[in-house]
């Protein structure tokens, strides 16, 4: 009875997602399905607001809007797949190799028994027939004992190879699950560590640490106007200037949409602020180009949050700050870069509860 009401519920989420998909207009692919399936269950609370949100500002969702959902929120569960398959890969290339190593050991046992007994009968009076004779078993066992070490050496070789196949496969598919493929920047998972990472550093050194919230500015117009493909070539152009623009300790990703993040650590406020507004400088001398038409589309501006990061500051407080000083740079004009401080009282208090 269990099993039927819940073949019956998962046909109708099914049923959703798939009229949900073909409202919107978005190909039923499986990584699409996926996403509005988990909306529709309500497995996913996050997914669901951020879907909530995306179609309450565009009406609807696109294609863009699925693959950067199903990145952050459904992705990871690919990957434990794909690993739960590579683990079991590394368990028979390792017991294969276990049996080898086994087998070869007994082998050697068996030899040292062999060497044992021929010492042993060369302790008696031998006759020399009966001494060449040891000697000619001891030969043939040593050339067998050799072959069969090569054949190990072979094997050992092989296995070697497997497993550095496996590494390099598993070195891959965390790449991927880091990378946002449009952009070619880091996704929203890669910021989370990162961030984790780097505010741990500063911790520990007592290094200054800031960031710098970027949203483009009337992206979603210009999406509108020039449609989804310029609006994809935007945010390339976007990513690419500001990669050229920042050094190789500093940390870029996209957060989601039209926003990216960026961390700089060894960093103050005001430095970052500068590093900002050479940012939006930067970009603004660029011209957008339709391609095949070579047709100017005007420039892109953004507008800039910046934050610095309280040592043991909660990492959401943080990023609030930045997302903050962001929206007050668009709300006061757009095309600037804002900070948003964290009060005397607040580093204080924080300050206390960490000692």
């Known amino acids: 009875m269990t099993t039927t009401m819940q073949k019956s519920q998962s046909e109708i989420w099914a049923r959703e997602a798939m009229e949900r998909l073909e409202r919107d207009g978005v190909v039923p692919i499986p990584d699409n399905f996926a996403v509005y399936y988990a909306y529709a269950s309500g497995a996913n609370t996050s997914l669901k607001m951020a879907m909530d949100a995306i179609t309450e500002q565009y009406g609807k969702l696109n294609q863009q809007h699925c693959s950067e959902l199903y990145q952050a929120f459904l992705s990871l569960e690919a990957e434990h797949r ?81 497993l550095t196949e496996v590494r390099y496969n598993l070195d891959q598919v965390r790449k991927e699950s880091l990378i946002d493929p449009l952009t070619e920047v880091g996704n929203r998972k890669f910021f989370s560590y990162e961030l984790g990472r780097v505010a741990a550093e500063a911790i520990e050194s007592g290094n200054r640490l800031s960031m710098l919230m970027v949203d483009i500015d009337h992206f979603k117009k210009f999406n509108d106007i020039h449609g989804h493909l310029i609006g994809d070539q935007v945010l390339r152009l976007v990513a690419h200037t500001l990669i050229e623009n920042l050094k190789g300790r500093d940390i870029i990703a996209r957060y989601g949409g039209e926003e990216f993040v960026i961390l700089l650590p060894n960093t103050g406020v005001k430095d970052a602020e500068r590093v900002g507004d050479q940012l939006r400088s930067n970009l603004a001398t660029k011209q957008l180009r339709r391609k095949n038409t070579n047709e100017t589309l005007g420039v892109i501006t953004i507008s800039i949050g910046c934050a610095e990061y309280c040592p043991h500051e909660d990492t959401d407080a943080f990023i609030a700050r930045a997302d903050e000083a962001m929206y007050e740079a668009k709300n006061s004009g757009r095309n600037r870069v804002m900070s948003k401080l964290l009060p005397p009282e607040e580093v204080a208090v924080i300050t206390a509860k960490a000692v």
Do not use: C, H, P, W
């Open 82 to 162: 794909v690993l739960n398959t590579t683990t079991s890969s590394i368990e028979t290339e390792l017991n294969r190799v276990m049996g080898v190593i086994s087998r070869n050991a007994s082998t050697s046992a068996e030899y040292g028994e062999k060497l044992d007994y021929f010492s042993g009968s060369l302790q008696a009076s031998l006759s020399y027939e009966q001494v060449r004779a040891a000697v000619e078993r001891v030969t043939n066992e040593t050339r067998v004992m050799a072959e069969q070490n090569i054949r190990l050496q072979e094997q050992l070789a092989e296995s070697t190879q497997q």
